[in-house]
Every structure is written in structure tokens, then in C-alpha cells.
């Protein structure tokens, strides 16, 4: 677990890295270990079984006025989300496009899945995985909803690229470095995430990602750097 202290405003960011990765490396040891096995299992408390909210509404039919479009509440809901989804594509495609690699795509599905997952978070806001088998996955929790934008999840998960080093490929001792490379992920293409505002007034933020990265002892780059 990463704390991250910001300036006068001392919350504190967490940032938790792929169930993926907890699978893999479950299994057998693995060059990146030491940026696992930091998770903080929290109690599970009561965690509400609220039914997932759809990413978007159908327009809902008004009868005879169906041509009333001044239902500003749900446009502008929809412009934000449109929003979000442009800074997170943005955020991770920027550090992909330093790299060489391919950029991410949105994908509805995946921004589904981690929907419905943010909103069972609504209620604890606790910092958990999904425990998805099939995707990658970061998380991220802070107080305070709107200090926390979709760029500034992904540039603490990216922050990790300090403790990565690419030419051996491995993570610096007691550092997490598994945001970074599933943003990175060469082969990996798609990407849906969702950023929920907490009963408490906090943030929880998810992404997931489709392939999933982070495989043991393979590299994140398309061409792994050499040391010639
Ligand atoms: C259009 O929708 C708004 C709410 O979005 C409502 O206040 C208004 O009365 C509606 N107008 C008509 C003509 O139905
Ligand atoms: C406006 O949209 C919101 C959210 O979809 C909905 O709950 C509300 O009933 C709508 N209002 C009208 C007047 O259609
Ligand atoms: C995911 O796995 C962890 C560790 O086993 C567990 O603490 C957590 O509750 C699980 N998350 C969900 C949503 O089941």
C-alpha cells in the first residue's frame, strides 16, 4: 500500500494494484513479488448489495412532448461522463504513446463491470479488488471526491514508473510497480473504468483492463529495451 501525502492537504491516497496479480503470483514467485502482497484486507463491514446503476439512460419517452430535450440534469450527467471517459483514455494513452505502444480503447463492457463494482463500493468506499480472473485491474480510494479526478488515479498508478526499471524488467524492494505495467501493458487493448462518489464523501476509482498484463516474467513492451 502506497501513501501518498499531498502539499497542506494531507489525505491520503491508496492505490492497490490487479487481482491479476494476486492470481499469478499465488501460483509462483515472480521477479515484480515485492510490489505484491501489500494489500490491506479490510472487514468486510455491510456492504449493501445495491443493484448497478446503467452507465447510461435510454431518453426516457415524454408522450407528446418526446421532443423535450432540456432535460439538463441527465445532459450534463452524460457530458461529464463523456468527460471522464476522454481523461481516462487520455491519461493512460499519453504514457502509452511515450513508449511506442498502442493505445487504449474504451470499451463498454469493461466500463460496465467496473461500474457495477464502484457502485458496491458506494456504501464501504473500502479500497478492494474485484478479484476479476479475467481482467487487469487498478483501484484507487481518497477523500474527498473532487480533489480526485480520473488523471489523478492514473498518475499515482503511473507514479510507480520510479521504482520500475525496464531493462531488468523488476520493481525496486518493497515498491509496487504493477499499476504502471498493466497501464503499459503491451497487449494489452481495452480499457473501462469508473470513478463513484462514496456515501462518505470519498472516491473510489477502477479500472479494468482487457488482456490483462502484468504476466510473470514477461515484459511489458512490445520491444523490450536492450541494453546495447
Ligand atoms: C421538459 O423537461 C423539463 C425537465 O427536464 C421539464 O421541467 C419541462 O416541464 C419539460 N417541458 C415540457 C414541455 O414537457
Ligand atoms: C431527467 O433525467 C433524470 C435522470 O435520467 C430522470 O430521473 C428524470 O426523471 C428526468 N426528468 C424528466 C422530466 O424527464
Ligand atoms: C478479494 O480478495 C481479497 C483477498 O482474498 C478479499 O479480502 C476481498 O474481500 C475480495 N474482494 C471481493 C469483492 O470479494
Not at 96 to 110: S, T
Not at 203 to 219: A, F, H, K
Request: glycine share 6%; aromatic share 10%; hydrophobic share 30%.
Amino acid at each position: 500500500m502506497a501513501r501518498l501525502i499531498f502539499g497542506v492537504h494531507t489525505f491520503v491516497l491508496i492505490v492497490i494494484f490487479s487481482s491479476l496479480y494476486q492470481l499469478i503470483h499465488s501460483q509462483s514467485p515472480s521477479q515484480l513479488g515485492e510490489i505484491i502482497n501489500n494489500v490491506d484486507q479490510p472487514t468486510h463491514g455491510t456492504l449493501s448489495p445495491t443493484r448497478p446503476t446503467p452507465a447510461t439512460h435510454p431518453q426516457p419517452t415524454l408522450g407528446r412532448s418526446s421532443r423535450n430535450v432540456t432535460n439538463l440534469s441527465m445532459r450534463v450527467r452524460r457530458r461529464r461522463r463523456a468527460a471522464m471517459i476522454r481523461e481516462f483514455l487520455f491519461e493512460h494513452n499519453k504514457i502509452r504513446a511515450q513508449l511506442g505502444e498502442r493505445p487504449l480503447k474504451w470499451d463498454k463492457m469493461l466500463a460496465r463491470y467496473a461500474e457495477r463494482f464502484a457502485n458496491k463500493r458506494k456504501s464501504d468506499c473500502i479500497l478492494m479488488h474485484s478479484n476479476t480472473t479475467i481482467y487487469g485491474e487498478n483501484v484507487y480510494r481518497g477523500e474527498h471526491y473532487e480533489r480526485h479526478t480520473a488523471a489523478n488515479a492514473v498518475r499515482a498508478w503511473a507514479s510507480e514508473s520510479q521504482f520500475y526499471h525496464p531493462l531488468s524488467n523488476s520493481c525496486q524492494p518493497n515498491q509496487m510497480c504493477g499499476h504502471y505495467t498493466q497501464i503499459i501493458w503491451r497487449n494489452t487493448k481495452r480499457l473501462g473504468c469508473s470513478r463513484m462518489k462514496c456515501n462518505n464523501g470519498g472516491v473510489y476509482i477502477i479500472c479494468d483492463y482487457d488482456p490483462p498484463g502484468n504476466y510473470r516474467n514477461e515484459s511489458p513492451f512490445t520491444t523490450p529495451l536492450s541494453v546495447d
